[in-house]
């Protein structure tokens, strides 16, 4: 990071920067503009630092290792705020943590916000809405949440933090914005982390069966990371913002049996299909009505599941094969 300099960097934190979608977000911004300096925050408890690594040495990132239920202060001009673990595994291991992280660590954040007169934008998530009894999901439908669930954590959390953001924005006048971000895949999602895609795709090229929760017919629509960070960065970047939460997301919508078979079929995997059971309040769809980005922002998802999922694949092959390389040597 710079010492004393006459030119003004755009300096950015980012919370949850260790994570999946984190670090590929820390990678866009610092490419996208040689003005930005990344402050990336990061507690590293669904993270990884090898998903950072190769951002140590570079000059305008720095890392540090902090709590955002804890206070924080810095000097910046915009926060992303993404610290929170995403995968049902994770999120409930430790649920009134998860409940802190959502609330505390939004509260925290837009307080820094307010202070530093940053813009700020929240990650939201289309568990919001529960499980949802309209399809699909468009962003006025106020949801379906069980408030005493093995979900509550995370659902209720994120929209508490929602509200906050509502609350911040309308009280303190902070450029408060929302994103409501639909199933996301692709790179760098921990091979144990217990969410469908990285499941099937480990369970796929180790030879496992595949393990289907309950009787495989519900569904979700997945979207690839890259369509998502596009969408994402360009909610941050609007000149103007209402503040109202917007969907991202991929239409595409498929059951998880679909979506176990085309796994098989890409790994080309001689994985046979278990059934286990459906957890508790598992949503039975999932499907993102994009129209309000769509205008908003004229975005669109541009990458098909089959490509974004054969880099996937890609990705975990490579963790494989490290690995074997380390046993071996
Ligand atoms: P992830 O678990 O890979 O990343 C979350 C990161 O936040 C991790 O690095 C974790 O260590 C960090 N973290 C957790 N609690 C923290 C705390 N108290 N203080 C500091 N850091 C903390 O998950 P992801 O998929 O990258 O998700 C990022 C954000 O996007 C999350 O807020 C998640 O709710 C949201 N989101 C993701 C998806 C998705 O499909 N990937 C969908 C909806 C919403
Ligand atoms: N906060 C922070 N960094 C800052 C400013 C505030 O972490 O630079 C925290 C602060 O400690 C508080 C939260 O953000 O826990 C909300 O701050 P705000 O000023 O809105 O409320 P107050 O401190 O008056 O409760
Ligand atoms: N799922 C599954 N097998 C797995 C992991 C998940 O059938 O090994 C199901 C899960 O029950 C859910 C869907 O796949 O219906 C998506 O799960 P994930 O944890 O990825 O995300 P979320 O439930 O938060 O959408």
Not at 147 to 163: H, I, L, S
Not at 231 to 258: K, L, W, Y
Not at 279 to 307: E, G, H
Request: hydrophobic share 35%; aromatic share 6%.
């Amino acid at each position: 990071m710079s010492g004393f300099n006459t030119k003004t960097p755009r300096r950015i934190l980012v919370t949850g920067a260790a994570g999946f979608l984190g670090s590929h977000l820390c990678d866009r911004l610092l490419a996208s503009d040689p003005d930005v300096e990344i402050v990336a925050v990061d507690s590293l408890f669904s993270g990884s630092r090898s998903n950072i690594e190769h951002l140590r040495s570079h000059p305008r990132f720095e890392f540090l290792r902090h709590d955002v239920t804890v206070p924080l202060f810095c000097e910046i001009d915009e926060i992303y705020n993404l610290a929170c673990p995403a995968s049902p595994v994770h999120y409930q291991f430790d649920p009134i943590h998860t409940v802190k992280t959502s609330v505390n660590g939004a509260l925290n954040m837009l307080g820094l916000a307010k202070r530093t007169r940053a813009k700020i934008l929240q990650t939201s998530t289309s568990e919001v809405y529960g499980d949802p009894t309209i399809s699909p999901q468009h962003e006025g439908y106020l949801g379906n949440v069980n408030t005493m669930g093995p979900r509550a954590c995370y659902d209720e959390g994120k929209r508490v933090a929602e509200t906050l953001f509502y609350c911040y924005r309308n009280l303190h006048g902070v450029d408060a914005r929302v994103v409501r971000i639909f199933n996301t895949y692709g790179p760098r999602m921990l091979p144990e982390d217990g969410r469908v895609v990285s499941n099937f795709i480990m369970q796929a090229l180790t030879g496992q069966p595949i393990t289907v929760y309950g009787d495989g017919s519900h569904t979700r629509s997945f979207c690839y990371v890259d369509d998502l960070l596009e969408a994402m960065t360009r909610v941050m970047d609007a000149p103007e913002s209402d503040g109202s939460a917007v969907n991202i997301g991929n239409p595409q919508e498929i059951t998880i049996n679909q979506l176990a078979s085309l796994v098989i079929e890409l790994t080309g995997s001689r994985s046979s299909i278990v059934h286990k059971p459906l957890p508790q309040d598992d949503p039975m769809q999932r499907r993102p009505d994009i129209s309000k980005a769509q205008a908003l922002l004229d975005w669109k998802p541009a990458v098909d599941l089959r490509d974004g999922l054969m880099k996937t694949i890609e990705h975990f092959e490579g963790i494989l094969m490290r690995s074997a390389q380390r046993r071996v040597a």
